[in-house]
């Protein structure tokens, strides 16, 4: 008896894309494959979503991953160490809190937390900070170092089960304590701030700040500055908190402006300071002691320091591209240091009434700078465009001497071209030898190339001293930043205190 034919016609490997003679199929055949064939494509139209999902989850989920094991790798104890971190306080709870030295060797601040001793008491107060209440300097940037200790495992583990802390890491600062002393004492009485740095790592040398304090006594010093109705402000640290009028400072910023907005004929300005007063959009203008340059182009404006020249050149400047130009060199932006420090401020753009440009342009108007910004602009330059992120901590060793951590030096961006750092050096240099700061550097046995300034503020009743410069010009060695308050007052003169600096860096 012969079985039936099958009416189904079933699909295997051997017929699944093989197409069959249509000649030799069965109507019914037929039909049944055509759904067969449409059954595929719509499960391949409603597979394709689901299989692009599952592709999206895999990948997300191998990033995760990825980010999970990079920062417990690489970045864990650069968020940890974050001084914005709450939890470092606990730390301390375990840890007997590390020793902090300059890079020369001068132990700075030893002991623990609620009895830190500051052996050469306000000589490093700001910059080294203190370990109590807020917290401040390095004591705060380096906060995770001192309360973690890469002591022997085994001494580690001894002190564990009998309950006893361990010691913390020590910080090499990158300070100088000579420069730092130089740099103290040169200020003498007088309030102001002094920056010194490298231009090509970023390292900080010294940094001053007066009025200073005893951070031996922060808790007397602490409470009085923060009682009702105090006026005390020792525990602002003016080098990278003080915001003060740029002076002729500034003038290297609007000569930078005026090249970029006029490149093809920035070397033939010219300007005729002939009288003690010019009108610039309704400003009156003089220069410094109401001295008259006669006719300058823009070497000799900025080596004069003539605020006419500059007033002149503010009036031609289109406000809006100068006003991107200064944000790229950090105006109205944060500046990258790991410490406390302010913003930088240039209110003007398009907009602003233009009585408000002539002043501006060599300094004075409502612009404001920190010592440490300034010390970073004149660092670009020296280092041949190319801004470095400044910084405190050297190294990280354990309480046995054993370096632990080294901090690298790290560029922030470049920010100007050969030719303009070329130019501006020559300009910069002819300050020192033929302008404003020839008398302070006369037999100096190095190069200098630098910008003095003076500024007025308190509604003109005192001036600003300012130095900013570097040293060495072809291979330039050091960044001094200066700023002296009153110096109408107490005779202190920015650019004496930084020939002193330069003197004990070249001994």
């Known amino acids: 008896m012969k079985k039936a034919p099958n009416k189904r016609l079933k699909k295997s490997k051997n017929n699944k894309n093989r197409k069959l003679n249509p000649a030799l199929l069965t109507q019914e055949q037929q039909t049944f494959l055509e759904k067969e064939e449409k059954i595929d494509k719509m499960n391949e139209r409603m597979n394709r979503p689901i299989i692009g999902a599952t592709y999206i989850c895999a990948f997300v989920m191998i990033m995760l991953i990825a980010y999970i ?96 802390k361990n010691t913390g890491d020590t910080i090499v600062s990158t300070l100088n304590y000579d420069l730092q002393k130089t740099a103290y004492d040169a200020l003498g009485n007088a309030d102001g701030a002094i920056v010194v740095m490298e231009p090509d790592t970023g390292k900080i040398l010294a940094m001053v700040s007066k009025p200073d304090f005893n951070p031996n006594d922060i808790d007397a010093v602490w409470e009085e500055a923060n009682k009702e109705g105090s006026t005390s402000s020792v525990l602002l640290n003016r080098a990278s908190q003080g915001l003060y009028a740029p002076g002729s400072t ?56 003539c605020n006419q020249a500059y007033a002149d050149m503010g009036t031609k400047l289109d406000v809006d591209k100068w006003r991107d130009m200064l944000e790229t060199f950090l105006f109205n932006q944060s500046l990258p240091y790991a410490d406390a420090s302010a913003d930088s401020r240039f209110y003007l753009d398009g907009k602003s009434n233009s009585g408000f440009v002539p002043q501006t342009a060599f300094g004075q108007g409502d612009t404001l700078i920190t010592p440490l910004h300034n010390a970073l602009i004149v660092s670009t330059i020296a280092n041949g465009g190319m801004m470095m992120k400044p910084y405190l901590i050297d190294y990280v060793e354990n309480s046995k001497g054993k370096r632990i951590k080294k901090f690298s030096p790290s ?37 200098v190339a630098g910008k003095t300034g003076t500024a007025e503020y308190a509604n003109g ?28 007052v107490n005779g202190v003169k920015a650019s004496a205190v930084a020939r002193q600096i330069f003197d004990v860096y070249y001994k």
């Open 69 to 164: 094991l990079r920062f417990m790798i690489v970045d864990r104890d650069e968020v940890i160490a974050n001084s914005a971190n709450p939890r470092l306080n606990s730390y301390a709870e375990n840890i007997y809190r590390g020793e902090i030295k300059t890079n020369d060797g001068k132990v700075v601040a030893t002991g623990d937390t609620n009895q830190r001793e500051y052996p050469y008491n306000n000589l490093f107060a700001h910059v080294v900070g203190y370990s109590k209440y807020t917290k401040a300097g390095i004591e705060r940037i380096g906060n995770y170092h001192l309360t973690s200790s890469h002591g022997n495992v085994l001494e580690r583990l001894f002190h564990t089960l009998r309950d006893e």
């Open 250 to 305: 500034f003038k290297v910023l609007t000569t930078l402006a005026y090249m970029r907005q006029f490149p093809s004929d920035y070397n033939q300005y010219q300007y005729h300071c002939t009288s003690e007063e010019a009108v610039f959009n309704s400003v009156s203008v003089h220069c410094y002691g109401r001295k008259t340059h006669g006719e300058e182009d823009l070497a000799t404006a900025l080596a004069n320091s």
């Open 411 to 447: 560029s922030y961006d470049t920010l100007m071209s050969e030719k303009e750092v070329n130019v501006l050096t020559e300009y910069m240099r002819k300050v020192v030898t033929n302008g404003t700061a020839t008398a302070y550097f006369d037999g100096a046995s190095y190069e």
């Open 461 to 488: 009743e005192h001036d600003l001293s300012w130095f900013v410069g570097f040293s060495n010009l072809k291979h330039p060695d050091v960044v001094v930043s200066v700023v002296v308050e009153q110096s109408d």
